[in-house]
């Protein structure tokens, strides 16, 4: 399929469902006959997971907050470059597990930085390309993080280090989300999460379709 791709985030805390909502819609794209590409950041592209592999390990090193923030950038740079982009081109649906708005919840909301800062990089480091369609997953911090302190993998794999936050900074990042809907409400819609997953991945669905129809 050629012409004008869509691009679509989830965005929520941990424990919200991202991962398997994303599965669902891509299949009902799917079932639609679209090309669909499923991404995640920070990564998507080898550069950029390698970058992923310093910022969510908990051995990959003590980054200062700025420092921090410009390598979510760097990422995020090469994996618009060099996956976002070329599949929007052939006409495809992106559909990434947390994008900038994941930097403004957990960077800003949670750790303190300056939003300014934060929305300078946006257009410095990728002339503000933002999505077409956002999901916020929305759901009691308790609730998700018990959902997410299920998932054996993450120990596995080191990838825990913002997963060991305290309830408060969770707390941030909730509200954080919320507000982030309300300052892009074109771009945002914010799903109750604490539904069965299949009534939260009938909305997506019927929402994405929609949306991706008037484009
Ligand atoms: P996850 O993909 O398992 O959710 O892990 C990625 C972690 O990285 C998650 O805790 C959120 C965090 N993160 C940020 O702090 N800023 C960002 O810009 C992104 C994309 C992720």
């Given at each position: 399929m050629s012409g004008r791709g869509f691009f679509i985030t989830l965005e929520g805390g941990e424990g919200t469902g991202k991962s398997t909502q994303i599965k669902l819609l891509a299949d009902s794209l799917l079932r639609n006959n679209r090309e669909v590409v499923i991404t995640r950041e920070p990564g998507g592209t080898p550069e950029a997971e390698s970058i992923r592999n310093l910022l969510v390990h908990r051995d990959g090193g003590r980054w200062t907050p700025v420092a921090e923030t410009l390598l979510f950038f760097a990422a995020r740079q090469m994996h618009i470059e060099n996956l976002i982009k070329p599949s929007l081109t052939q006409g495809k649906i992106v559909i990434s597990d947390r994008f900038t708005d994941s930097t403004r919840a957990?960077?800003?909301?949670?750790?303190?930085?300056?939003p300014d800062l934060i929305e300078s990089l946006v257009q410095l480091s990728i002339g503000g390309f933002e999505p077409d369609l956002t999901f916020i997953l929305d759901l009691d911090v308790s609730l998700g993080l018990a959902r997410a302190g299920q998932r054996l993998s993450q120990s596995e794999t080191g990838e825990d280090r913002f997963e060991q936050m305290d309830q408060a900074f969770h707390e941030r990042l909730r509200q954080g989300f919320l507000d982030i809907a309300r300052r892009y409400p074109d771009r945002c819609v914010v799903m109750d999460?604490?539904?069965t997953i299949e009534a939260v991945a009938a909305d997506i669905s019927r929402i994405a379709q929609e949306r991706i129809a008037h484009v």
């Open positions: 957990y960077q800003s909301y949670g750790h303190g930085l300056e999460a604490n539904r």
